[in-house]
């Protein structure tokens, strides 16, 4: 493969959980404000409006997560572990990494067959739950593959692992 292709396509791969929390963001900016101006300007609703926002900000909020869970930015409490020795903290850490790996893959197991079993559609847009429901699965699956890959690096490479993970920054690039 060309080298011209390939590189964008890693990036693309490496970073398309930012890439759709991105255009849904940006769909759902666009038409939330249409919607608004539609209404209290024009005293003309769009009546899809609402569904599509909605739609958007559910990718944004399970993929939108998943990202976030990726670059180590969600929030936690971790005062006292981190006050623990430097090993013990990393014991402990592993052991969380793997925690998650299974309630990160039942949750996509579990969304899965909530996808699957969806039946209702939107009333006016008469978009299929499945294509709403999806956004679960998208994200606990990679969320389950990034905590695979992080379990992974804490045994490969640990110092690696501490610097990113550990440390009071705690954010990677």
């Not at 430097?86 to 592993?94: C, L, S, Y």
């Not at 739950?129 to 679960?136: E, G, L, N, P, S």
């Amino acid at each position: 493969m060309d080298t011209k292709i390939k590189k964008p396509l890693i990036w693309v791969i490496r970073n398309w959980e930012e890439i759709v929390c991105a255009v849904a963001m940006a769909a759902m900016l666009v038409v939330c404000c249409t919607y608004v101006l539609a209404r209290y300007i024009f005293t003309y609703s769009i009546v899809w409006g609402q569904e599509f926002c909605t739609i958007c900000l559910v990718y944004v909020t399970f993929v939108g997560s998943a990202a976030a869970y990726k670059r180590n930015q969600h929030y936690g409490m971790d005062f006292i572990v981190s006050h623990l020795p430097e090993n013990v903290h990393f014991v402990i850490k592993m052991i969380i990494n793997f925690i998650l790996i299974g309630l990160f893959a039942v949750l996509t197991v579990f969304s899965w067959q909530y996808t699957a079993a969806a039946r209702k559609t939107l009333p006016i847009s008469m978009i299929h739950y499945k294509y709403i429901d999806f956004a679960a699965v998208l994200g606990f699956a990679s969320m389950t593959i990034y905590s695979v890959i992080f379990f992974i690096e804490g045994i490969r490479k640990p110092a690696d692992y501490k610097k990113r993970y550990l440390s009071s920054e705690g954010v990677s690039e």
